[in-house]
């Protein structure tokens, strides 16, 4: 079994990637992780259906923001159902690791809100 | 020791021994609290007050005992003013449904503080709301006390009632109550105390505090989930009108539901008759199982530290366990607060000190959001909680989002909290990443959210 905590997780998390509120964005969501407090804003330009920029607000533990980093790293552009398919496994595959099932609620926390969208 | 006590003890996680420091979410059960449930459903189960069979009066005599040992382990008056409820949440919600409704109008105040969990704060909300009116919020200062000079002012003609933590379930501090319901009984305001975080760890005597309400949770108390107790003066629970109806709680019903039919149980009215106290606050058939384990998880703290099962302390007995457990616990906070201040970069909230707390020690690591210390931890055996503990508006006032938080209990010893320290100690390295300037959390302070969007 992986780490929990990758190079990765550690790397995103204090160095998040699109973060901040992109001016030109077309949609935007919010969630709230009930079970801990987490929270994130997105923001997403979406043109022809495909994710051209995106952005977002987080405050959350490791894993939540690290994936909110990968995942928007990765979702640029492209179709926003497509990104909106991924699932738990395709997080801790960009994150390099194995993700408890305690934890995937945190892992899913960005992409629970691109789905609000 | 106590591997043999509390069997969950014994239990391996992620190949490590339990370090169970989660206590004031849940304390784990002792073997008698287990076995008295079991051998309920064994040798007695039948409903309770209506079989004239033998299993029925069975059934009705370990139920009303465990009544009975929750009256003496409070000290109440009468044993009429012990309601079984199904936890401390049910306990306030019947208070603020039954007596709120009826005594708490328009323009009236409710006091709280600011130290409450949301079982305290959220149904007065909703009945204020209801009612129209007013919640005020006694402060807490910077050790995280609340102090008699900022709260007695609050105190105004129009407060109804002042419902107060005995214990915060984040900070450990134990309030100073008796002060409280003093004063507040001297301005007519009745008090309502909720013991959740109480009940295991200090002697609690109803008589003496001279509180309205006392609210009780058995799970926090070694006993099982889904069961808890309301204590109420008399005369109040007997004005009150029942909170739950059905079965159990009826003298006499028609078919035909008279439109004067009472609101209050004093009422005259031949159609509809509740039954006396307690049972008019206990509808439909009880959890009668969990109350029998509530009963034997105060044999237990009564005679602590020998098992003493099945009999009933007397009143010295009683008070000289509680303050065995008392000093137990004491001890290890002391011991816990010192090694928990050495770990750099690590700050509690709350008192300092062990002086007038319990060991419910909430704090956050710079740089390690609690939840990722927490999944840390477990992988090495150790229980924690994190998050808000219920007490959004207490981390609003601290400027924070959420805790780490451990909790103790009996069976909680100096080897665990070394294992706690040596555990934060290996998250700290694990999880720091020094590359690039100062490795501050920029994700917590980056987000531009307003954290109380969206709250209750």
Known sequence: MKQNYSETIKDHYHHPRNTGKISDYTHTAEQINALCGDEIRIYLKIVNSKIENLSYEARGCMIAVAAASVVSEYARGKKLEEIKKLDVYEVARLLEVSISPARAQCAMLFLQTLNKI | ?456
């Open chain 2, 1 to 456: 020791m106590f591997e043999k006590v509390f069997p969950i003890l014994k239990r391996k996680i992620n190949g490590q021994r339990l370090v169970y420091l989660d206590n004031a979410s849940t304390a784990q059960k002792p073997e008698s609290v287990l076995r008295a449930m079991d051998d309920f459903y064994r040798k007695h189960n039948a409903n309770t007050h209506r079989g004239i069979h033998t299993l029925s009066q069975e059934a009705t005599e370990l139920y009303e005992g465990a009544r009975d040992k929750v009256q003496k382990f409070i000290n109440a008056g009468f044993r009429e003013e012990i309601i079984l409820t199904s936890g401390a949440t049910e306990a306030i919600n019947l208070v603020v449904w039954t007596w709120g409704h009826e005594n708490i109008h328009a323009g009236d105040e409710i006091l709280l503080s600011e130290m409450e969990h949301h079982s305290n704060i959220v149904p007065w909300q909703i009945l204020a709301k209801k009612k129209r009116a007013k919640i005020k919020y006694a402060p807490i200062d910077g050790n995280g006390r609340l102090k008699l000079p900022s709260l007695i002012p609050l105190i105004s003609p129009r407060t109804r009632i002042v419902s107060i933590a005995h214990i915060s379930n984040v900070l450990g501090t134990i309030n100073p109550i008796e002060k409280i319901i003093k004063t507040a009984h001297r301005k007519g305001a009745n008090v309502l105390i909720d013991g959740a975080q109480a009940g295991a760890h200090i002697p609690i005597d109803v008589q003496k505090l001279d509180c309205d309400f006392y609210v009780l949770s058995g799970h926090k108390m070694y006993g099982p989930t889904g069961v808890g107790g309301l204590y109420g003066k008399k005369e109040l629970l007997n004005l009150m009108p029942p909170y739950q109806t059905g079965g159990h709680m009826i003298k006499k019903v028609k078919a035909q539901f008279a439109p004067r039919s009472p609101t209050r149980s004093g009422s005259q009215n031949l159609d509809i008759a509740w039954a006396d106290l307690p049972h008019k606050f206990e509808a439909g058939t009880a959890n009668i199982s969990a109350v029998i384990g509530l009963g034997a998880a105060i044999d237990f703290l009564s005679h602590f530290p020998s098992p003493g099962v099945g009999r009933v302390a007397a009143g010295q007995e009683r008070s000289k366990a509680i303050r065995a457990i008392q000093n137990h616990e004491s001890i290890l906070t002391s011991y816990a607060l010192k090694q928990m201040k050495k770990i750099p970069s690590l700050e509690i909230y709350g008192p300092q000190d062990a002086k007038d707390r319990i060991g419910v020690i909430s704090f956050n690591l710079k740089g390690i959001p609690p939840h990722d210390l927490a999944s840390i931890l477990d992988s090495r055996g150790i229980a924690i909680r994190t998050g808000h503990h219920c007490a959004m508006p207490l981390h609003d006032k601290l400027g924070i989002e959420s805790s780490a938080r451990i909790s103790l209990a009996i069976y909680n010893t100096k080897e665990d909290i070394n294992k706690l320290t040596e555990g934060i100690r290996y998250a700290q390295r694990l999880l720091s990443f020094p590359r690039r300037r100062e490795s501050s959390p920029r994700s917590w302070s980056m987000a531009r959210l307003d954290a109380r969007s969206g709250r209750a």
